[in-house]
């Protein structure tokens, strides 16, 4: 699931510049319609069918930038490098010469349509594995030449042509089952209307939908949907038959998908709200207006994957519905606004205005099921993914190699390079993937400055260090690329003994008297739902039921640690003391949503100034525990009394 979250992210960047060009087109079209070709439809057409025409090549680039790791724009060269390769390999007049013959025609309908998302997806997936795998490779001197990122397009042609030659007899024989497939349900009347409705969302990521769309909009079956629709009266089409392929996806295409858009709209995380309705206005604007659906779609399809199932589930049910019913409608470019307009008198039209009356239906229905399926299954529709953590200011200009030791005892302690498959930290510990859990040294990682070790599942590991753990998830970075790093030491610490946690320091007991920092119930530290509070592994403190919505300073201090997503600050009294104040439990995955820090780091603060601000109510409705734990880091033996 993690890999099509990040593939999801990467298609949001070619998908960004689609509704606009959508919009061109749709209005291109309009014109066209209305009073004939002229210069403004043509120029317009022509500017956004530029981008939409070639939305596969858009993908085959994007997907191989955002699915590297740190992308120089190398990986963008090697995308179009198998785009290139594959679909010219691929191509008709190619393969009438790779099969002998002389006319085009002879070939195989299935390599005219070879040019579609799914290809460019693969291909791209390939630029971007190319580019991981062998930008640092290094070549004997007489290759030298080819060695590190020179290597990797080379690298991507090979591999693109074993795809294209798998391809080469694996594309026709889906195409045409897929035909064959499409003849057999239009039989079934309404209910394969139905299938079919379900059957083109469902292939659209893969592009194979053309095919279905060949049987039922055009002749390959005898229907011929579309264009005796657009006939009229003098074409072949049937009153009150003619349109039954195409009326259901007006109510979804206008009004659902639209819904859907606002449902993703109001749970995107509040930092990130502009940034969804830049990519979900436009597009559900398109998706009504001129019936282009991919750029909405694309948006949610991999980052939620269930959720564009339960798209296709209702696309069928609305084109079976529409086929049961007495009313009927056609299009010529998509089911948009335009074209149902364009069509309303169209003598093959049969109560159109019954398409509106469903459409109202289907947005509530999409905003309603949408809304709950994302809120209750925490699904990573746009503006709520799994983003890289950013550092504050300060952290960004610390110098990269001051845990550089610290950091190869860790990958070492956790298995080795090969056994760490994804690294991330939050306000206070390391969050890993590793390959293997019984490869991890506990005592290793301790004795290298971990406070302690936690293995939360087959393949999760979380290694507690301190508030200074962003810092060596940097170092630790750099030794799992293999670049080079400073070997110096934290200001005024030996690297190998320093231990910025409740491990570290000389322990001496002590009562704090501290303001209480947010107004509740105070709890024992046991009473805590996450074990490395619940035991100190951290450090010893108490815990606070939350019935306020601020955290404040709780004596007079520095800042020295304001998390960038808000949940979490890190505080040094006066008297040299470090607190941990923690908003709620694995709230880090919040990113940000519901926290708005008050202070920067490095401020001064007196008791009762105000730290940050938090919502309990959507750290609740997020399916996370607002219970906020107060650490003492520095003194193991200090125990923590409100006055």
Same mark, same amino acid.
């Given at each position: 699931m993690k890999f099509f979250q990040r593939l999801g992210r990467s298609i949001m960047l070619p998908v960004a510049v689609l509704p606009v060009a959508a919009i061109l087109v749709g209005i291109s079209y309009w014109i066209t319609s209305v009073a004939g070709s002229n210069l403004v439809s043509t120029f317009l057409a022509a500017a956004g069918g530029a981008l939409i025409d070639n939305m596969a090549l858009l993908f085959a680039i994007g997907i191989s930038i955002g699915m590297a790791n740190k992308s120089d724009g190398t990986s963008a060269l090697a995308g179009l490098v198998s785009w290139l390769t594959v679909t010219t390999l691929l191509n008709p007049a190619t393969v009438a010469g790779l099969i002998g013959v002389e006319d085009v025609a002879e070939v195989d309908p299935a390599f005219g349509k070879v040019q579609n998302v799914f290809i460019g997806i693969i291909c791209g997936l390939i630029g971007a594995w190319a580019y991981n795998r062998f930008k640092d490779v290094k070549l004997p001197d007489a290759l030298s030449f080819f060695s590190g990122k020179r290597s990797v397009a080379i690298v991507t042609a090979g591999v693109s042509l074993v795809v294209a030659a798998v391809l080469f007899f694996v594309w026709p024989v889906v195409y045409t089952g897929l035909v064959i497939f499409g003849e057999w349900i239009s039989t079934l009347g309404p209910v394969g209307a139905g299938i079919y409705g379900f059957l083109n969302r469902l292939l659209i990521p893969l592009g194979l939908h053309h095919a279905l769309n060949s049987v039922f909009w055009f002749d390959v079956a005898g229907i011929n949907d579309l264009n005796n629709f657009l006939a009229g009266s003098g074409g072949e089409g049937v009153f009150g038959v003619t349109g039954q392929y195409m009326t259901g996806f007006f109510p979804i295409m206008m009004f659902g998908l639209p819904g859907a858009a606002l449902a993703m709209y109001v749970t995107a995380k509040t930092k990130r709200?502009?940034?969804a309705s830049g990519i979900l206005l436009s597009a559900a604007?398109?998706?009504?207006?001129v019936g282009v659906t991919e750029p909405l779609e694309f948006a949610f399809m991999f980052l939620a994957p269930w959720l564009y199932l339960v798209h296709a589930v209702f696309t069928g049910i609305s084109v079976f519905i529409a086929a049961l019913l007495p009313t009927r409608m056609g299009f010529g470019f998509s089911a948009g606004f335009i074209d149902l307009v364009l069509g309303w008198m169209n003598p093959l039209a049969q109560?159109?205005?019954?398409?509106?009356v469903m459409g109202v239906f289907w947005f509530a229905v999409y905003f309603v099921v949408f809304r709950f399926l994302i809120l209750k299954f925490r699904l990573k529709t746009p503006g709520r993914e799994?983003?890289?953590?950013?550092?504050?200011a300060s952290a960004a200009t610390a110098p990269r190699g001051d845990y550089a030791d610290t950091a190869e005892r860790f990958v070492?302690?956790?298995?080795?390079?090969?056994? @760490?498959?994804?690294?991330d930290n939050c306000a206070t510990r390391l969050r890993l993937e590793v390959a293997d859990t019984s490869r991890v040294d506990d005592a290793a990682l301790k004795r290298a400055g971990a406070a302690g070790t936690i293995v939360s599942g087959a393949k999760s590991v979380q290694v507690v260090y301190g508030l200074n753990v962003q810092f060596v998830k940097d170092a630790m970075d750099d030794v799992l690329a293999g670049r080079s790093v400073?070997?110096?030491?934290?200001?005024g610490s030996d690297a190998r003994t320093e231990t910025p946690h409740a491990a570290g320091g000389t322990a001496t007991a002590t009562v704090i008297r501290l303001t209480q920092p947010v107004a509740g119930a105070v709890l024992p530290l046991s009473a805590v739902p996450d074990p490395v509070f619940a035991q100190g592994t951290m450090g010893p403190g108490v815990a @606070? =039921?939350?019935?306020?919505?601020?955290?404040?300073?709780?004596? =007079?201090?520095?800042?020295?640690?304001?998390?960038?997503?808000?949940?979490?600050?890190?505080?040094t009294l006066d008297d040299g003391t470090e607190l941990l104040i923690h908003v709620g439990i694995d709230t880090v995955d919040m990113k940000g949503s519901g926290f708005q820090p008050l202070v920067q780091q490095g401020e001064r603060v007196h008791a009762g100034r105000p730290l940050l601000r938090f919502d309990a109510a959507a750290i609740r409705s997020a399916g996370y525990n607002p219970i906020t734990p107060v650490i003492v880091l520095n003194n193991a033996q200090a125990t923590i009394e409100f006055v």
């Open positions: 709200k502009k940034m604007f398109a998706s009504f207006f109560n159109p205005w019954m398409i509106p799994d983003d890289d953590e950013s550092l504050d070492a302690g956790l298995g080795g390079k090969d056994n @760490i498959v994804q690294l400073t070997r110096s030491a934290p200001a @606070i =039921e939350p019935s306020g919505d601020t955290v404040v300073a709780p004596a =007079e201090g520095t800042v020295t640690t304001v998390f960038p997503t808000g949940h979490a600050i890190g505080v």
